[in-house]
Every structure is written in structure tokens, then in C-alpha cells.
């Protein structure tokens, strides 16, 4: 058997409406939000005034018999009637025994009190009549309709003639329709209506009670004049009294009819993601705007000029100096705090990157209501100069390997000084040997390695080998550079990503677990 799932309690409502209050703050307009948080602030305020007293009021159109059936029900003529209207210019109250009433009805702002002789069935009643609804006077309409937002209980009196008028049903009934259990509907002089058409008018008024989602509101049939159902009327009364959960129960329909209402276009259309989408069209974006591909090509040459220097043919490894570094140039030598010489993002760049960003948040924004859609993809974008300005800083703080130096680039070096060593040799032999014969000295004789004297294939051996080595060092220089560029590229891209993950993706995913926060909050509060 299905278990019957338990409504929460009037904390948990406020509660659950004030959190959802809260993360609504700064998207949601403020003016949306008004009318929660006054209702918010009445609960508070109720709740903590006179709990164990239930207000009730008479609420009516002009001419429905309101005081006439307030004396019936107090048991003498409190309330002025005559046949001049509006009669009921002020709210007036009957009280029977009700600790802390005098409080309650300084909040009510009702200076007009009558207190009752005790009756043990009425202790902790104040019955008020109020002016008519559709009073010609502004003000009396004014105070009806702020009692009406305000008193535990509401008893709506309609006559025979005026029961449909579209008054009560458009501008009270039907917006208080979440009230049903703390509303008691009274057709007032129903002895005007022959006793064959009783029936039919309270079948007409009941069905038009359901339209206003009233449902099966109870519907008391009263006469002030003759008396009859007044006495049902005061055994309703009575039983709010004991079940003492009016007050309680209109700050639930409250709470649960500014929820609603705020729900209608705040709650999810669809399924809301649990974090962003995929951001690898917004890393390639930045990494544009960032310059990385310009940077990865002068990380290729930087190494390329440090490997000639390292590893090419000695006599002419200085014209490699002559060249700058792309790398020094760029200011990306070596990790710093500061900025790069890199040229600023172009307007081009800039608007991929806000395309980017854009696209991230629409796209994860997917099934939110409309204002909170809208409203993030506004604040996600906002961040796009501060990523923008971010990215320089990222490719700043990388270590792009400027200052590794390879194994291989030491062999190089090594056998390339010792292959100019040698030819060096040959060259002195060389030289020595001239010298001799330009003195006509006796010359020593010179040892042959195969076919050539060791002092010419010294010379020629030093060369010779000497510049297959650099050959074959800028070969394995440019493989080299193609790594380094890739490495380089590589931890660019990390960089980047980790920097738009701090400055866009974390800030959207808070955003959509507010979100997901809020909704679930706001649909406790309706539930």
C-alpha cells in the first residue's frame, strides 16, 4: 500500500520560502520577491503574537448583512445598522477570554473592542466585522483587504442577490483559494429565497466556489433576522476555536499561495544540469586569445637557438648569440608573476572568447526558468574581461622549459670541442711543418695514417667530423624543438583550462547548484 506523503509543517514552509528567498537574491527582481517576504515577515510576526487566539472576520459585499449577523452571532446589537450604507466605516472586535488579544489587535490595527461575557465553547475568539469590500469609500476598502491578508480565519457573507459578483469571486475568493480550510462561506439572508429555491441557489453558489478552486468549501445557509443557521454558524466558529490550528493554518496557505505564485515561472522547464557542459570550445577560445600558439612556436625557436649554441660547430656557434631569444623577448624565459610582452587579445580574439563563455553558459543554463537562465549567462558573461586579462597571467607563471638543458646537448658539446681540439692540432702541425721548410730546416719525418700525413688528416678529420656532428645536432635539435613545443603547448593548455575553470566554470557550477538549491527549496514551500 502507498504511503500517504507527510505535508510539512509551518517552519518547515517559512523555512524552505526564506531559503529560497535568499538564493533568489541579486537574480530574481526584488520587486518578484516582495510579496514573500511580507509574507515571511507577517508569519514571523503572527506566530509569535497570542498563538492560542483565533481571529476571525466577517468579509462582504455592501448590503450582505455583515453586522446583522455579527450581533446575531455576539448575541446583542454591538454593530451599528441602519438602513443608510456603508454602515461599518471601522473594524469592530468582539473578544471572548483571549489572553494576549489586546497585543493581537494592536497589530491588526483595531482600536474598536468589545469584550465578551466568558463562555467556556468561545474562550480565545475575536470576532471582527469589517467594512464592506466593495465599500465606495477607498479607505474602507483598504482596511478590508489588510485585515483580510492578515486574520486567522475569514467568514465570507453573501445575500441571495449579489452571491455571484465578481468582486468577491475575482479579487478575494479565487486568489485565497489555498485558504479553503480556514474559510467558512455564509449565504446571508437566505429567507428572502422561497424554500423550493434554496437548494438550487446553494448548488449554483457551491459551483461557483469550485471554480474559484475553493473546492468543497463549507457553505452555511444564515438568517440574521429570523435566526436560522446562525446557531451552525457559532458550532463552526466554536470548532475553529478548539482545533486551534486557524492561525497556523492560514500562515500555511500563505506561505503556500506566495510560493505558488512565485513558482509559476521560477521552478525548472526541464532537466537542469548538475554541473557545466564540456568547456573545451571555450579552452580553445582562450588559448587563441592567449596567444598559445605564438607562444609554443617561440618556445620551438628559443630551443632551436640554445641547441646551436650548445651543440653546433664551435667556430660558429657566436652567430647563434646574434640571434635574440623569442623566448627573453616575449618575457617567458622563466615562471613570474608579472606580465608577458605578448600582444593584447584582438577584438576578434575577444569576441570568441565571449562566444565561448556564452555558448558554455546557455548551454548548461538548459531547463532553468527563463529569469534565472537569462540571468546567469549575464553573469557568466560579465566574466569575460577578467578572464581575458587572466590569461596573460597564466602564460606568465608557466615553466615553458627555457631554461632545461637535454643530456645529449653536453655529449655534443664535448665531441664537438674535441673534433676542433683535433683540427686545431692539425692545423698547428701543419703550421709547424711550413714554418720549418719556409727556414730550410731539417724537417722530422711526418707519420702517414693511410694515404694522408696525420697532421692533414687530423685537420681534415677535426672538420670534417666536426660539421657532421652540428649537421646531425640541429637535425636532433629540431625533433628537440618539435617536443619542447608540444610539452610547452600541452601545460598551455592546462593553464588555461585551470584558469578558465577558476574564473567561469566554478563561479557557473555555484550558480547551478544555487539554482537546484533554490527550486528545491521553493517547491517544499508549495508542497
Known amino acids: ?26 537574480v530574481v527582481p526584488a520587486e518578484r520577491l516582495a510579496p514573500a517576504r511580507e509574507v515571511l515577515g507577517r508569519a514571523g510576526e503572527r506566530s509569535a503574537i497570542a498563538p492560542g487566539v483565533t481571529v476571525a472576520a466577517l468579509l462582504g459585499a455592501t448590503g450582505s448583512g455583515k453586522s446583522s449577523l455579527f450581533n446575531a452571532l455576539v448575541g446583542e446589537p454591538l454593530a451599528d445598522v441602519h438602513a443608510r450604507r456603508p454602515t461599518t466605516t471601522r473594524p469592530l472586535a468582539a473578544v471572548w477570554d483571549a489572553p494576549g488579544a489586546a497585543g493581537l ?123 436560522d443557521g446562525v446557531a451552525e454558524l457559532r458550532e463552526r466558529l466554536v470548532r475553529l476555536v478548539e482545533e486551534g490550528r486557524a492561525a497556523r493554518a492560514r500562515l500555511e496557505a500563505d506561505v503556500r499561495t506566495v510560493a505558488r505564485e512565485l513558482a509559476t515561472d521560477q521552478l525548472p522547464t526541464g532537466d537542469v544540469a548538475d554541473s557545466p557542459r564540456e568547456v573545451g570550445a571555450l579552452v580553445a577560445a582562450c588559448a587563441a586569445a592567449a596567444g598559445a600558439r605564438e607562444v609554443r612556436t617561440a618556445v620551438e625557436r628559443s630551443y632551436k637557438r640554445r641547441a646551436v649554441q650548445q651543440t653546433g660547430w664551435p667556430p660558429l656557434r657566436w652567430l647563434a648569440r646574434l640571434r635574440p631569444d623569442p623566448l627573453r623577448r616575449l618575457h617567458l624565459e622563466r615562471p613570474t608573476d608579472g606580465a608577458t610582452s605578448l600582444p593584447a587579445a584582438t577584438p576578434a580574439q575577444e569576441a570568441g572568447v565571449r562566444t565561448g563563455v556564452h555558448d558554455l553558459a546557455w548551454d548548461s543554463t538548459a531547463g532553468m526558468a527563463a529569469a534565472w537562465r537569462a540571468r546567469v549567462t549575464q553573469r557568466t558573461e ?17 615553466d615553458l622549459g627555457a631554461q632545461r638543458r637535454p643530456r645529449w646537448w653536453r655529449v655534443w658539446w664535448l665531441l664537438g670541442h ?58 636532433l635539435a629540431r625533433v628537440g624543438a618539435r617536443r619542447a613545443g608540444r610539452r610547452a603547448g600541452a601545460r598551455l593548455q592546462s593553464g588555461i583550462r585551470q584558469t578558465a575553470e577558476r574564473v567561469v566554470v566554478e563561479p557557473l557550477a555555484q550558480d547551478l547548484t544555487r539554482y537546484r538549491d533554490f527550486a528545491q527549496a521553493l517547491t517544499l514551500a508549495t508542497t
Not at 382 to 398: F, N, Q
Not at 421 to 444: D, H, I, N, R
Open 1 to 26: 500500500m502507498r504511503r500517504r506523503q507527510r505535508r510539512p509543517e509551518l517552519e518547515e514552509r517559512t523555512d524552505a520560502l526564506g531559503r529560497a528567498l535568499d538564493l533568489a537574491d541579486g
Open 105 to 227: 489587535l494592536d497589530w491588526l490595527e483595531v482600536p474598536d473592542r468589545r469584550v465578551r461575557p466568558a463562555d467556556p465553547r468561545l474562550s480565545g475568539l475575536v470576532l471582527l466585522d469589517l467594512p464592506d469590500i466593495d465599500s465606495t469609500r477607498a479607505e474602507n476598502r483598504r482596511v478590508a483587504a489588510r485585515l483580510a491578508e492578515r486574520v486567522d480565519a475569514l467568514v465570507w457573507v453573501l445575500d441571495p442577490q449579489k452571491y455571484a459578483d465578481a468582486v468577491v469571486h475575482e479579487e478575494y475568493l479565487h486568489p485565497l483559494r489555498e485558504h479553503a480550510s480556514v474559510s467558512i462561506v455564509v449565504l446571508n439572508q437566505a429567507d428572502r429565497l422561497a424554500p423550493e429555491d434554496l437548494p438550487g441557489v446553494l448548488d449554483h453558489l457551491r459551483g461557483i466556489l469550485r471554480q474559484d478552486g475553493m473546492g468543497d468549501v463549507e457553505v452555511i445557509p444564515t438568517s440574521a433576522r429570523t435566526g
Open 382 to 398: 560579465d566574466r569575460v574581461p577578467e578572464l581575458v586579462d587572466a590569461l596573460d597571467a597564466t602564460i606568465a607563471r608557466e
Open 418 to 475: 674535441l673534433l676542433f681540439l683535433t683540427a686545431l692540432v692539425g692545423t698547428g702541425w701543419l703550421a709547424a711543418l711550413a714554418v720549418l721548410g719556409y727556414l730550410q730546416l731539417p724537417e722530422p719525418t711526418t707519420p702517414m695514417a693511410g694515404p694522408l700525413p696525420w697532421p692533414t688528416a687530423l685537420l681534415l678529420g677535426g672538420v670534417v667530423a666536426g660539421l657532421v656532428l652540428a649537421l646531425l645536432g640541429r637535425l
